[in-house]
């Protein structure tokens, strides 16, 4: 069975907020660092009552530091720290102890050296049936490889001495995981994880601020974990992190998204494993998304209005009408828009607590009902509402940021739901269509919860991240991060806000959690659409002559392609060659927006060149 563990170091709070949010989250047990439990106003006894009254185990008390190498008479007091670590570690109740590779400026090297000092460690723990695990840091003076840490262990060759393997060790120092398939799985006493975003910088700065959850990251920590399991190691697994944003987090989210990270982590280790010993929490693989089915608006009437006029002015008709209820839809192409006034349900809420404003998005997956299995495997929470006489059960979760999310599939025949919830108003007319389909959802968060709807995507579709890209606001940096499917069927980019100066931290910071803050539709030809739409009543957002200067001067534009970019405010971007066209909308409401690209075969991105002049633009009108 899967055992998963969290040092009380990775998340934020007080040693009780922590062990509160650890057992909510449902962890099996903690690692007890050392300063949580110093800082703790109780003696150990109390502290492992209080572990053990939350159902959950103490696994590890870290870390012993400093402790092997060490000439006369720095030797003899560290065997005396040892004694008094585990006295401690009898009243917490626990029997295993991390002990990490010296950087003691004493410390001498030598594999026997370390051997003989942990082996004398080993009797004195065996007195008190107590364990010890010896860790390679990376930055170790002598010891900064997991092999080198075996070799010691290995000579010691004593049954209370072990080896603990760390992913962020390892894979931090680009050593390939695959020398730990060798070592004895009863040799390993402990497994910790971390992942961390590829930076160069000093490895323990990196190490102390930077580390996230598995799969958060870019290091390969599935791959670490498949040589960890290949040993036969079947004991805990436990997130070991450090990061600045985590400290200052919420505890529950934190610990959540850390389990969340695990029971993904151990389902990507066995998809293609021979078996192993720690069973993973079973789950369907992750859901391919085949494209956006509908994207729902909560509004009153008066905005609803308002809301149709926009639409009808990029094309869309409003096509259906529900059979039950204040919900109507418009169509262009492949999209549908769902506006919602209903007086009551998730949409009203959603419309109470935050505005007019998209509160639920229905994604065409593989297979809808395997999507929601997943889900709830992963601890994301199912929403649920009555369902009305004739309507269909649609499978929907409760997404990050307050918003819901249904799965649609031809599979079980939930794409049936326009006929049969709904009566059809009137057809789209065919010569009306300029827009397609959707080419990216853009949501808006606070930078801090960047790494949670990172996961949160990841975890349960199978989509793939892009590096961030920093956006440069007048108001401040907003970072952004594309998830896109692998056959680019669904794009989505988060735009983590630093500071609510910038257009995108306003938007978050206008309403509680976090929101669609704008929806691309792809056209075939965005001049054919500009000039159609502009016949409709579109109004575009205004770029300034400076932009259209520079644009033809970097990318060689004709006099007259120039003037026909600029005629309709459309944006420019190249890369390799290839062309991607922008058109802006005005803001509507607080800050949202909607936009219309083409994409020329193989331009992959997504204007980030351009999202300076676009936010400035939009800042022209709100302020
Ligand atoms: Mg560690
Ligand atoms: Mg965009």
Redesign the pocket.
Known sequence: MLKTGIATVSISGDLIEKLDAIEAAGFDGVEIFEQDFIAFDGKPREVGQMVRDRGLEIMLFQPFRDFEGLPEPDRTRAFDRAERKFDVMEELGTDLVLICSSVHPKALGGVDRAADDLCELGDRAAKRNLRVGY?ALAWGTHVDDHRDAWEIVRRADHQNIGLIV?SF?TLGRKLSPESIRAIPGDKIFFV?LADAPLIEMDLLYWSRHFRNMPGEGDLDVTAFMKAVVATGYDGPISL?IFNDQFRGGSPRKIAADGQRSLLALMDDVARDAPPFAITPTPMPSRASIEGVAFIEFAADEAEAERLCILLASMGFAHTRQHINKAVSVWEQGEIRIVINIEREGFAHSAYLSRGTGVCDVGLMVDDAHACAQRAGALNIAHFRQPIGQGELNLPAIQAVGGGVMHFLDRKSGLDRVWEVEFEQVSAVPNNQTVLTKVDHIAQSMDYEEMLSWSLFYTSLFDLAKRPIVDVIDPGGIVRSQVIEAPDRAMRFTLNGAETDRTIAGRFVAGRLGSAVQHIAFATDDIFEAATRLADLGFESLPIPTNYYDDAAARLGLSDAERASLEAHDILVDEEDGQRFYQLYSRPYGDGFFFEIVQRTKGYQGYGAANAAYRTAALRRLLN
């Open positions: 860790e760390d060790h910790q070991e």
